[in-house]
């Protein structure tokens, strides 16, 4: 009986989050209701921005992708990763050292049971991934481990 209430008590521990630990950008720029998300929006990309979802790892072809250009939100269109600063960081996910300032939106997000640093759109608040502190430690250390299906990739004319 101790070994059930233990257990209880510790999955309860993890799985209970509080406000504050996890909070959407304030001050959007673009406010739609989840019937114009659905309707602009795959399902994938509905459950990856607006749910905070994850793709599958190497599904998305922007992985790989090495041409020049810009990363826009799937949202809004929002300029959020320039290719210049995308690496391959074996992960499955395109991943960028740096973001473009100021468009980008940091929240905590403790899913897992610890802490990490989520990443959103700063127009829309759409879910972008997830960024740490294992990057290229000659550049900026940063690995912004970002979901292919919440960017569009503009190639430079």
Request: glycine fraction near 8%.
């Amino acid at each position: 009986m101790k070994k059930v209430l233990l257990c209880s008590f510790v999955a309860l521990l993890f799985n209970c989050r509080g406000n504050s630990q996890k909070t959407a950008p304030k001050n959007l720029q673009v406010v739609k209701s989840e019937a114009e998300w659905k309707s602009q929006l795959t399902d994938l990309e509905f459950y990856v921005l607006r749910q905070s979802g994850t793709e599958q790892a190497f599904s998305s072809p922007l992985n790989k992708n090495q041409a020049k250009g810009i990363y826009v939100c799937k949202g809004c269109n929002t300029p959020l990763f320039k290719s210049e600063h995308k690496y391959d960081s074996g992960s499955g996910w395109p991943s960028f050292d740096r973001e473009i300032k100021g468009n980008v939106a940091f929240s905590t997000d403790y899913d897992l049971g610890y802490a990490r640093t989520e990443e959103h759109c700063a127009t829309c608040g759409g879910h972008l991934g997830h960024v740490f502190n294992d990057g290229p430690k000659n550049t900026t250390g940063k690995r912004h481990c970002i979901n292919g299906i919440a960017v569009k990739f503009i190639p430079e004319k």
